[in-house]
């Protein structure tokens, strides 16, 4: 079992950055590929962009690509998004994914484990 906690969501302006982090526990970190999804209210939860167990590979939804950053430290066995120029579309409960193996763009059916949310807010 990997147990997945996010935190750092909150309310910012459009044009804004924030950085989420999602803490993992349970078995080895970096054999996993890890995932940040989101879901806006009323529509189904997507795809944001996805990190290989050793960063060596990285792949980003065409909606953030160029302003969001998909990172980790299997030291402290987390993993970062890093969200510039937010806009109010990105408002949406972002949640942290792990799986394997490392999908290029994987689908909900794809993840392992799933933690339970943090919701980022961008008001325009």
């Known amino acids: 079992q990997v147990q997945l906690v996010e935190s750092g969501g909150g309310l910012v302006q459009a044009g804004g950055s924030l950085r989420i982090s999602c803490a993992a526990s349970g078995r080895t970190f970096s054999d996993y590929a890890m995932a940040w999804f989101r879901q806006a209210p009323g529509k189904e939860r997507e795809f944001v962009a996805t990190i290989s167990g050793r960063s060596r590979l990285t792949y980003y939804a065409d909606s953030v690509k160029g302003r969001f950053t998909i990172s980790r430290d299997n030291a402290k066995n987390t993993v970062y998004l890093q969200m510039n120029s937010l806009k109010p579309e990105d408002t949406a409960v972002y949640y942290c994914?792990?799986?394997?193996?490392?999908?290029?763009?994987?689908?909900?059916?794809?993840?392992?484990?799933w933690g339970k949310g943090t919701l980022v807010t961008v008001s325009s």
């Open positions: 994914a792990a799986n394997s193996p490392f999908a290029r763009f994987p689908s909900r059916n794809d993840m392992d484990y």
